[in-house]
């Protein structure tokens, strides 16, 4: 699958992250504990420079050594009161970019910390417990909000004291941090890939819920959003995924949240959130606390969001828009119709992901008139959701017709008709192959010219041999063989095709040319199929 947001190896957008390479998911706090030879907690005493044959070097990376002080130890011996943890730190005297990040902290003298840690070869002497980082970056130390002696028989009752006494702490950013290690440590299903159990959520919930209303907005916001349970009214970077999850449609190369995910927090302190809405924090907050009730489907609500629609802050209005899509029904219907008209383009891009997460079809004319709206990313948002829908039904595949001339998003709509109707659209899929035709400003997904190619191919492989013989393929043919450099399975592939229906002289040229035109050995790809022609079928 060729993408330009690949859900699981590289783009983890529900994390608000994005790496390119390989990241493993954050262990369980059980497994961690049973990875660690020593677990204490420790103020940091002072940092330096350090060699160790383990570290391999990295760009922009340098091993320290820190020198803490013990406070208690939870797992292990005890060794003396100080132990020297060595780990990889940022380089600060190459703040160049980076392709790729070790696992890595920074200590802060006379800060607490609990630390896991393995034994570094000799006494004293510890080291990280691995060379890469999991999806929790930072996983394996925690932030301490004091220096007093740990609480707790347990791992899991040492970092919940912890935590929880740090919410209170007086540095705003310690009180954030806090928050997301405890929303981190309890999202379970709703954080896809990082997110762990090792906390009770509902425990979690009631702990942080006192803080939406903290004085620090940075603070209050943090709390919301744990509160909201990353639905994916929560965050625009969701959006994709959420229309993916609940449309008819397919939406290659993208990965879906759970269509039956819910909202504990948001179900269970929906007034909290509503007073906070109505009240006179800033419209950040209040938009947030709107937010935070997507998928709660209180029916309550309903009166709550009738009134923030007229709110005079343009987020608040369209936030509540987006909490229509909870509620499907004649009256949401009226009101996604009405707010389509807002003067604020953010409330009518709003209109369009509400329709698309409700999969409201009885609204698509309310799409069409978005998708020509004056602000590109209100079109945008018309036609991500428009795509969201199955064309098997026809108002449906109208529009897209309609649309297929529509340059800055073609050749999208030709693609969704094209998965139920290949032989329709042979033309124009060579035509997109060929160009290698890109929407404007690509939401992500599988490369449109590239789901073009592989519409057309699975097209021809399923016509008989007899078929592809005669001659009346051969336009399709020829834009076949234009696939472009995405990897060898597709040359590779496309060599089997011939090869298979016996069509060796053309098998024969296509190989040369694509040889010629390779910067690397793709003929070993082409002896692979020599040695099993009928092992390549791409299904």
Not at 324 to 347: I, K
Request: with cysteine.
């Amino acid at each position: 699958m060729r993408t330009t947001a690949t859900f699981l190896t590289v783009l983890l957008v529900y994390a608000g992250m994005t790496y390119g390479y390989l990241v493993e998911p954050a262990l369980s706090l059980d497994k961690l504990t049973s990875e660690a030879d020593v677990i204490f907690k420790g103020t940091a005493v002072s940092s330096g420079p350090a060699q160790d044959d383990w570290f391999k070097p990295y760009g922009g990376f340098i091993v320290r050594e820190t020198q803490f002080k013990i406070i208690s130890i939870i797992k292990g011996d005890k060794t003396g009161d100080q132990l020297i943890f060595r780990h990889y730190d940022e380089d600060r005297q190459q703040p160049y970019g980076r392709s790729f990040e070790p696992q890595h902290y920074h200590f802060e003298s006379g800060k607490a910390y609990v630390v896991f840690a393995k034994r570094g070869g000799s006494a004293g002497i510890f080291r990280q417990l691995w060379m890469y980082h999991k999806i929790q970056r930072d996983q394996g130390v925690v932030r301490c909000a004091d220096t007093k002696p740990v609480a707790g028989k347990t791992t899991k009752e040492v970092l919940w004291r912890e935590l929880t006494a740090t919410l209170t702490s007086d540095n705003v950013g310690d009180a954030v941090y806090a928050l997301g290690q405890l929303d981190q440590m309890s999202a379970g299903d709703s954080l896809p890939l990082g997110g762990l159990s090792d906390f009770d959520r509902k425990d979690v919930l009631a702990a942080v819920q006192g803080l939406m209303v903290n004085r620090e907005s940075n603070i209050a916001q943090a709390a919301i959003g744990l509160v909201g349970s990353h639905n994916p009214y929560m965050s625009d970077e969701r959006t994709l995924h959420w229309l993916t999850a609940v449309g008819s449609a397919k939406a290659p190369g993208i990965g879906a949240m759970d269509p039956k995910m819910g909202n504990l927090g948001g179900g269970l302190y929906w007034k909290d959130l509503v007073a906070l809405a109505d009240g006179k924090a800033p419209d950040g907050t209040r938009t947030m606390a709107i937010r935070a009730l997507g998928l709660a489907r209180e029916p309550s609500l309903k009166e709550p969001i009738g009134r923030w629609l007229t709110d005079s802050s343009p987020a608040v209005r369209a936030s509540a828009v987006l909490l229509l899509a909870d509620f499907p029904g004649p009256e949401a219907s009226r009101h996604l119709t009405a707010m389509g008209n807002d003067p604020a383009p953010n409330v009518r891009r709003c209109v369009a992901h509400a329709i698309g997460f409700a999969q409201q079809a009885k609204l698509a004319n309310v799409l069409v008139r978005l998708l020509a709206d004056n602000e590109f990313k209100v079109r945008q948002a018309a036609a991500m959701s428009l795509l969201s829908f199955s064309p098997k039904e026809e108002a449906v595949a109208a529009i897209f017709r309609a649309n297929l001339e529509n340059e800055e998003f073609k050749p999208l709509f030709l693609v969704a008709l094209a998965h139920e109707e290949p032989a329709e659209y042979l033309d124009a899929l060579a035509t997109a192959v060929e160009r290698k035709t890109e929407p404007k400003q690509f939401w992500g997904g599988q490369i449109p010219a590239f789901t073009a190619w592989e519409i057309l191919f699975r097209f021809l492989q399923a016509r008989s041999g007899d078929e592809i013989r005669s001659g009346k393929f051969n336009r399709y043919l020829d834009a076949m063989e234009k696939v472009g450099n995405y990897s060898s399975s597709e040359p590779r592939d496309i060599y089997a095709f011939y090869v298979q229906r016996g069509m060796n002289e053309r098998a024969q040229t296509f190989r040369q040319e694509a040889n010629k035109a390779a910067s690397y050995d793709l003929d070993y790809f082409f002896k692979q199929v020599d040695a099993n022609p009928s092992a390549y079928k791409r299904q």
